[in-house]
């Protein structure tokens, strides 16, 4: 009995999906060691807790496991967000419920299996992101090349004109031609970024060297709303494999974003480190050090959905004055390092984007 106990005891010990059993008021009775790696937390935080605490705000899926519990029937494969309270963090979890069987009159128990579906999700997002791109830089290439043409016909004639015309108003007129046909090439060239990003030029860069130039840059807009910037940043980092210029260009507009977004007397913090993110860490543990983040947090009044769905889509803006090409284009740099964005937005709290970039670019 001794024997088969602690055969059972191993298989619950050594289960890479978390296990919650519960009792019939919803209490976790016990985990196992998947359950605190996925909600970093230790056994002894959870015995006793309440589903509520491990799934906030989520009556639906709580009064499904509450019925499950009371009918004594299975519940499949039910998506819920859980709660990491290390780091007030929320990712995406796959729920699967099943009654223990006991006797008459034993209180009713239940078992949860806890898939962590975040790495799931971002391999998801990540093949979006880089299927979106294929056929937008082969359409960007074919709308430049079919612009830039008769661009510059219109330009050539619009020149030739002027030089003939000695009405001072008509002379402006088509000196205001040839400035819209100027604006316009300059997007048809962000165009082409996108089906041609530099893959040249990648050297030994200091991000924080970077980052440092940036916000030398735009200290002064934010001094302006009497904001400040916060940096916290890791000194440990090394140096990582990078176009510098591009990078210059991705942060650039990702730090003036953060500037425009944040209220009078707002914050805007830079923080780098290490890339300790628990799902690479149970994919691949030599993935822990191989990756920096440099996240940009703001203290705006947050994206609504709409804003966050077209985040990437070029000519998408919420600016009066923007082209709505800026994250398009920061977005395939950082591919060309084979990093990735990572976008967060909640209203009236700010906006966090986190970039991914490898150290040794692959």
């Keep these: 009995m001794a024997e088969s106990e602690k055969f059972y005891q191993n298989i619950f010990t050594s289960l890479i999906d978390g296990i919650f059993i519960i009792s019939d008021d919803l209490k976790i009775i016990m985990v196992n060691q998947a359950s605190e790696e996925i909600f970093q937390r ?20 709580i009064g499904h496991i509450r019925q499950a ?28 419920f099943s009654p223990i069987i006991k006797g008459r009159d034993e209180r009713s128990t239940g078992v949860i299996l806890i898939k962590d579906n975040t790495f799931t999700k971002e391999l998801l997002e990540d093949s979006q992101q880089v299927e979106y791109l294929a056929t937008l830089s082969t359409l960007s290439a074919g709308m430049a090349h079919e612009i830039r043409n008769p661009l510059s016909g219109i330009r050539g004639s619009a020149q030739l004109l ?28 962000k165009m082409m970024d996108l089906s041609h990003p530099s893959s040249e030029n990648f050297n030994q860069t200091n991000i924080h060297q970077v980052l440092e130039e940036i916000l030398a840059l735009e200290g002064e807009s934010l001094k302006k709303k009497k904001g400040k910037f916060i940096q916290v940043y890791d000194p ?4 990582i494999e990078a176009n510098k210029d591009g990078l210059k260009q991705v942060f650039l507009n990702l730090v ?8 009078k007397g707002g914050q805007v913090t830079i923080t ?26 703001d203290s705006g ?44 937005s909640e209203k009236n709290i700010g906006t966090v984007v986190q970039v991914f970039l490898p150290i040794n670019r692959k």
């Design 162 to 189: 002027l030089k003939d015309l000695q009405d001072s108003d008509q002379r402006e007129y088509i000196e205001i031609v040839i400035a819209e046909v100027d604006r316009i090439n300059r997007l048809v060239t």
């Design 69 to 96: 519990v009371v009918d004594g029937t299975p519940y499949h494969h039910m998506e819920a967000i859980g709660f990491r309270k290390s780091n007030n963090g929320y990712f995406p979890v796959n729920l699967t």
């Design 42 to 61: 230790s056994k002894g935080s959870f015995e006793g807790l309440f589903l509520e605490k491990i799934f906030p705000n989520q009556p639906k899926v």
């Design 236 to 239: 440990s980092l090394p140096t």
């Design 301 to 344: 009044v947050g994206m609504n959905e709409t804003t966050k769905k077209n985040l990437f889509t070029p000519f998408f803006t919420t600016k009066k004055r923007g082209t709505g090409l800026g994250m398009t284009i920061s977005l395939k740099i950082i591919e060309s390092h084979s990093g990735k964005i990572k976008v967060t």
């Design 272 to 297: 780098t480190e290490f890339n300790n993110n628990y799902t690479l860490r149970k994919i691949n543990n030599a993935l822990l050090t191989s990756n920096i983040v440099i996240k940009i947090t």
């Design 256 to 263: 003036k974003n953060a500037v425009e977004a944040s209220p």
